[in-house]
């Protein structure tokens, strides 16, 4: 089974408008960390934001912002305002904390985003 | 800007080449991964350091290897290269232990022909 899945290949948006990007996860471990990653066409890969499992909060980052539903075992990326330099791909990614020391990602398929003038 | 360093940025090689890749993490950080990235698997990651010490390993085929050096700077080591192993290779670095971030360096792009 998928560990992590990002249902949304690729989405056009309005420039200035919010976009959400879809994750969704699969865990058996009650310690977690959920991220997200924004890859450009140029192919560095960017931390935007993290959520611990136990974090009671949604994280947010300036204009990210991580809604994050534990029971529905989801954490979806919202880029308010978006502005034509959003366009990228965009990761997210799973650390699960039951194996000591192990603390590798496992990432999703992605969703590439476009922002349209 | 993470503060990751990798070098070089391309390399082109022929099959059955040996290359090796390297990684400065971060001010600070003690854990160094190595992800890869292909068109056909995604990223995934390959292996992970802590102050010398491997932590833990993914799906790292046994032609590579990696070390991480007393100055924290780790290198992977591609062996035997195939055409298959041509991908985006990705070193990232973080403080080490749960609930830090893995900041990436710029990644490495090699392509075997």
């Known amino acids: 089974a998928q560990k992590i899945t990002q249902t949304q290949p690729g989405m056009f948006v309005q420039e200035k408008e919010a976009v959400t990007l879809d994750c969704t996860y699969d865990?058996?471990?009650?310690?977690?960390?959920l991220f997200w990653y924004k890859q450009p066409s140029s192919g560095e890969m960017i931390f935007l934001i993290y959520q611990g499992s136990y974090d009671e909060q949604n994280a947010t980052e300036g204009r990210y912002s991580l809604n994050f539903q534990k029971a529905r075992k989801s954490a979806n990326l919202v880029i308010s305002a978006s502005q034509l330099g959003d366009s990228a791909m965009y990761f997210c990614?799973?650390?699960?904390?039951?194996?000591?020391?192990?603390?590798?990602?496992?990432f999703g398929t992605g969703t590439r985003l476009t922002i349209i003038p | 800007d993470s503060g990751v360093t990798q070098t070089p940025k391309h390399l082109i090689t022929a099959t059955g080449q040996r290359v090796t890749l390297r990684c400065s993490p971060r001010s600070g950080d003690l854990s160094v991964y190595w992800y890869q990235q292909s068109l056909d698997q995604g990223l995934q990651f390959l292996i992970h350091y802590y102050n010398g010490e491997e932590r833990a390993k993914g799906n790292i085929l046994e032609r590579f290897s990696a070390q991480q050096f007393p100055d924290l700077h780790s290198e992977l080591n591609l062996s035997s290269l195939e055409l298959g192993d041509s991908a985006l290779y990705f070193c990232?670095?973080?403080?080490?232990?749960?609930?830090?971030?893995?900041?990436f360096g710029p990644g490495t792009r090699l392509t075997v022909t």
């Open positions: 990614a799973m650390r699960e904390d039951s194996n000591f020391g192990n603390e590798k990602l496992t």
């Open positions: 865990t058996s471990d009650q310690s977690y960390g």
């Open positions: 990232a670095s973080s403080v080490g232990g749960k609930g830090y971030e893995q900041y």
